[in-house]
């Protein structure tokens, strides 16, 4: 059946689409990195090479798929595919494959391929993926040079090219060699949504050659992730998450009041205010547990209908206000704070209640824990 006229534009601008070259996402200062380091280990491998084997000598004393192997090593230093053991490994061995299928295979068309085949299938298993390795067994296989030619030039260059490279990436800030670490499988780091046994599920199911060594791949997501975090929850202000209008009361409301307002709300604390609407202090279930002397586990329902209940004796001593069992000391948080501040503030400071504050410092509204975690969810 052919695909109404519509979807098949679409799918040809789809397919032109996938064609356009992707953005390099590397600076003006990093690409002149790459490009002098390239040349210049070019420059020395081939003053150094020439010296050593000689002008006069059968064999050449630079070859063409050292080019290639700059462009690795100078410009992506932390891919796997230019690391020290993939170029002198790589390029050597498929060297020698080249002119093993060279010897053993007469039509060159053929020997071509099989050098290549057998130099990708030779560099998987010995963990020496190198794109340039596959010109230089197709160089081999065709120029029928011999086996001298994967010692020299092939090996000398090789050798060489990456000296030249750890040197200057070193110099210029790149690690190089640049190690890539397997870590042990541990449970996701804090604040992280996967561990690394979730990206080695993923890799396993992408199945295919990344450029990007596998620790490298790791960190990238992880900043990205922490940048998605920042974007979403980093930018959040108190007066976006708080509960306005809070419930609150005064300093000379009645113990037993109170405590009926917090069970009727079901709130756990309410902010104390003065007629100005300002924080003077806030009071808690705590605090009503400490006054009725939570230590005794006896009789602790008793007691705490004594405390709340109001007394009718005038000498009595017992507390018979908020201000006389509030906490005094608030920490408050204007409306215009950034969340991500108070975060600490829940989970090591042991908080579960901040009153929040407009500029002339009233009570605007309150943020609790169960606030801050809603925020967070929608935020991950």
């Known amino acids: 059946m052919t695909p109404p006229p519509h979807r098949a534009k679409a799918r040809l601008r789809q397919f032109l689409g996938g064609l356009r070259p992707e953005r390099v996402f590397a600076d003006s200062k990093e690409r002149w990195r790459a490009v002098a380091g390239a040349g210049l280990g070019i420059l020395v491998t081939a003053l150094i090479s020439r010296w050593w084997i000689g002008t006069g000598a ?15 090593v100078f410009t992506v230093p932390a891919s796997p595919l230019a690391q020290p053991w993939a170029v002198v490994g790589g390029n050597t061995l498929s060297a020698l494959v080249g002119a093993a299928c060279a010897m053993l295979i007469g039509d060159p068309a053929w020997a071509g391929a099989a050098a290549v085949a057998a130099a990708i299938a030779l560099m998987f298993a010995l963990r020496c993926l190198h794109p340039p390795g596959g010109a230089t067994a197709l160089l081999t296989a065709l120029g029928a040079t011999g086996f001298q030619f994967a010692l020299s030039p092939m090996l000398v260059n090789s050798l060489l090219l990456v000296m030249t490279g750890m040197a200057y990436n070193s110099l210029t800030g790149r690690r190089y060699p640049h190690a890539q670490r397997q870590p042990a499988v541990t449970p996701a780091p804090n604040g992280s949504r996967f561990s690394a046994a979730d990206l080695d599920a993923a890799l396993a199911h992408y199945n295919q050659v990344l450029d990007v060594s596998r620790d490298d791949l790791e960190a990238l997501l992880q900043h990205a992730e922490a940048a998605a975090y920042a974007r979403r929850f980093g930018a959040l202000r108190c007066r976006d998450i708080m509960s306005p209008a809070p419930l609150s009361v005064q300093f000379g409301t009645s113990l037993q009041d109170a405590w009926s307002m917090m069970r009727e709300r079901k709130v756990k604390a309410l902010p104390v205010v003065d007629r100005a609407q300002r924080i003077v202090g806030i009071v808690t279930v705590a605090d009503f547990m400490r006054h009725a002397d939570i ?17 009718s004796m005038s000498h009595d001593d017992k507390p018979d206000a ?33 009153p929040i504050i407009d500029a002339e410092r009233r009570l605007v509204g309150i943020i609790t824990q169960s606030d801050l975690v809603r925020a967070l969810h929608r935020a991950t």
Request: charged share 20%; glycine share 12%; net charge positive.
């Open 322 to 354: 908020v201000g006389q069992i509030m906490t005094r000391e608030v920490r408050v948080a204007s409306e215009g704070r950034m969340v991500s501040e108070l975060v600490p503030l829940f989970s090591e400071g042991g908080h579960h209640h901040i």
């Open 295 to 311: 230590g005794r586990h006896d009789g602790i329902g008793e007691r705490l209908r004594s405390l709340v209940r109001r007394s």
């Open 58 to 72: 059968p064999q050449p004393w630079l070859v063409a798929p050292l080019g290639a192997s700059a462009v690795l």
